[in-house]
Nanobody, 120 residues
Framework: VQLVESGGGLVQAGGSLRLSCAAS????????MGWYRQAPGKQRELVAA????????NYADSVKGRFTISRDNAKNTMYLQMNSLKPEDTAVYYC??????????????WGQGTQVTVSS
């Protein structure tokens, strides 16, 4: 599975961005997906996650009410709509996919990351 993020950039505080993550390869094996971010000097943290069918989502407390995760399985693409952006949202955002290798084995796949910079 290959993951490619897009949509990052520079935005002023209060603005919006929409990130996309396009999956290719053995996409049939993909189960849950998520967005992570890593700011300079900090550990990578989970921002939002979504189940295989999109019926259940989970958000970090810091982004609840501002970010929305979604996925279009027909297009093998996941999205992260980010509104009311704050300078503390500045980070490299990574796409993650959990692939089912066997009934008891999973594998994590990662994209290369896309930079999001929010200016004050």
């Amino acid at each position: 599975v290959q993951l490619v993020e897009s949509g990052g950039g520079l935005v002023q505080a209060g603005g919006s961005l929409r990130l996309s993550c396009a999956a290719s390869g053995s996409t049939f094996s993909i189960n849950a997906m998520g967005w992570y971010r890593q700011a300079p000097g900090k550990q990578r943290e989970l921002v939002a996650a979504i189940t295989s069918g999109g019926g259940s989502t989970n958000y970090a407390d810091s982004v609840k009410g501002r970010f929305t995760i979604s996925r279009d399985n027909a297009k093998n693409t996941m999205y992260l709509q980010m509104n009311s952006l704050k300078p503390e949202d500045t980070a490299v955002y990574y796409c993650n996919a959990v692939g089912l290798i066997t009934i008891a084995t999973t594998k994590n796949y990662w994209g290369q990351g896309t930079q999001v910079t929010v200016s004050s």
